[in-house]
């Protein structure tokens, strides 16, 4: 750009320009950063009058297109205008959009609308350059301008009413929340404008916002932190304003119709998980009984997957029947008559198995027991009746001590005959619990444990057997491996193939 043309741009010096006007394409006429003489004007001479009649001048006479021509930020007049607060300028620039479109309204109007809703580079709209400034007066023409427009977040994040919330701007916040249909409340790192008033602790901020809601559904502060599962949030809001909860949305919900975690659980899913029996909650009128979370599963299916057999479940369970609750017949391929698929049924049917687990358990646990405490009762024995014996001359000093102690054969009895005390005291001790387990899958698994255990502990005594007996009979190595030959034949025979069958 000419050196004379660029100063006559910043004094607002209408006469160069006219002057060599036949000359000039002013579209072309840029900065190395792609300003045209009117970013240039505009940024040199904001709030003054000049600048207005500049703009009007260069903008409606010589060059209409420059009104969306942008920067090398992709800022255009309106964004360089609304950061500065020049309320006359952004005026100018509106009303002569609506000029330009065509001459009748409806077009006009978009035009104003394609401008004011174009992004620079960092996503801003000309209403977040002037919020982020705290220009009242021109956030107030803009969202005039354009109501239903929801200003979605820029590449920080930031809506206009979260800056203008995390600044404490009340007036920019309140303005936006009264005038505009649906404006977005999002922030970075998962804030929201919320949030924001509540981390600056602007408490005369956050008690009368609490009571504001959304021109186009009517939710307030309250129905958007419980939306987002912000329960940190709501908890600050019920503490400074309790009745803020009574505040419902264009469908007349409160808070907790919105109430979600972050795996979409609701309150009803919550309930029915940790089988907590509130009928008055669960027989809500206005609660949604058929409401699924991500894993797409109702609050009915999260009762019945519970193992615990109570009657607070089968309660649960009728109550959300009763409501028109109903479960997801996807995650049970079998549910191909109205037997299987009925809720009651599946409760009685679940009863009856876990009954029949119960039973099983108490026939098979006295067997069990019985094993488990001779195997202890073995092993402990052993522990003090050493294969070979002990040290028994006086003045010895290793009196008491075994006899065979640095034989290898010996130190494996010694850990396998433990090993087998510590196994059988475990499946022992399994049994002492089993009375107070309820729950069937609890129940298999310690099952399986005692059975492990006993069975392993009663190994552990056999190969105690086999190191004691090698111990002594070192002497005779043919005797030895005769004997261990046998031991591991039969044990190999006995173990093998059973355990085998189990591990397929």
Do not use: W
Not at 71 to 78: F, S
Not at 145 to 151: A, H, N, R, V
Not at 206 to 218: I, N, R
């Amino acid at each position: 750009m000419d050196p004379s043309l660029y100063n006559a741009a910043r004094k607002s010096d209408i006469n160069t320009f006219k002057q060599r006007r036949e000359h000039l394409d002013l579209r072309l006429l840029l900065t190395p950063n792609k300003n045209t003489v009117l970013h240039i004007n505009i940024t040199a001479q904001y709030g003054s009058s000049k600048s207005a009649e500049f703009v009007q001048k260069k903008s409606c006479v010589m060059c209409p297109p420059l009104l969306l021509q942008v920067n090398i930020r992709d800022e255009t007049l309106l964004h360089i205008a609304a950061r500065y607060g020049d309320l006359s300028v952004v005026n100018l620039l509106i009303q002569t959009a609506k000029a330009d479109g065509n001459k009748d309204l409806e077009s006009g109007t978009e035009s104003v609308r394609q401008m004011m809703r174009m992004l620079n580079k960092e996503k801003d709209t000309a209403l977040h350059e002037a919020v982020r400034n705290n220009h009242l007066d021109v956030v107030k023409l803009l969202i005039k301008e354009d109501p239903g427009f929801s200003y979605h977040a820029n590449h920080a994040g930031e809506t206009p009413l979260y800056l203008a919330a995390e600044r404490g701007y009340r007036d920019l916040v309140f303005e936006i929340l009264r005038n505009c249909n649906s404006p977005a409340h999002s922030g970075p790192l998962g804030l929201t404008a919320l949030h924001a008033a509540v981390i600056r602790k602007d408490e005369e901020f956050d008690e009368s916002a609490a009571y504001l809601a959304d021109k186009k559904e009517y939710k307030t502060a309250l129905h958007i932190a419980a939306g987002l599962g912000h329960t940190g949030v709501m908890k600050e809001l019920l503490s400074r304003c309790s009745d803020c909860c009574e505040m419902v949305d264009i469908r007349e919900r409160n808070a907790l119709h919105f109430a979600k975690d972050a795996q979409a659980n609701t309150p009803l899913h919550l309930l029915a998980s940790s089988l907590s029996f509130i009928p008055s909650l669960i027989r809500h009128p206005k609660v949604d009984p058929m409401v699924f979370n991500n894993q797409n599963r109702s609050a009915l299916d999260i009762a019945l997957a519970n193992d615990m057999v109570s009657e607070v479940k089968e309660s649960i369970v009728k109550c959300l029947v009763e409501i028109g609750s109903r479960p997801d017949d996807s995650h049970d391929s079998c549910n191909n008559n109205n037997n299987s698929s009925n809720p009651e049924n599946k409760v009685m049917k679940d009863k009856e198995n876990e009954d029949d687990i119960i039973r099983d358990f108490k026939q098979g646990k006295d067997p069990h027991l019985l094993v488990a405490t001779l195997i202890a009762t073995v092993a402990f024995a052993a522990g003090f009746t050493m294969p070979g014996g002990y040290i028994s001359e006086k003045g010895d000093d290793d009196r008491g001590q075994a006899i065979l102690t640095s034989s290898k054969a010996f130190q494996a009895f010694v850990i396998t005959d433990t090993i087998a005390l510590m196994l059988s005291g475990f499946a022992v001790l399994a049994h002492i619990f089993a009375p107070v387990i309820h729950k069937k899958k609890v129940i298999h698994r310690l099952f399986m444990t005692q059975f492990y255990f006993t069975s392993f502990a009663l190994l552990a005594m056999v190969l105690a057997f086999l190191t004691g007996i090698y111990a002594v009979l070192r002497q005779s190595s043919a005797l030895a491996i005769s004997t261990c030959v046998i031991v591991s034949v039969f044990s190999a025979l006995l173990y093998g193939q059973p355990y085998l069958n189990i591990f397929r």
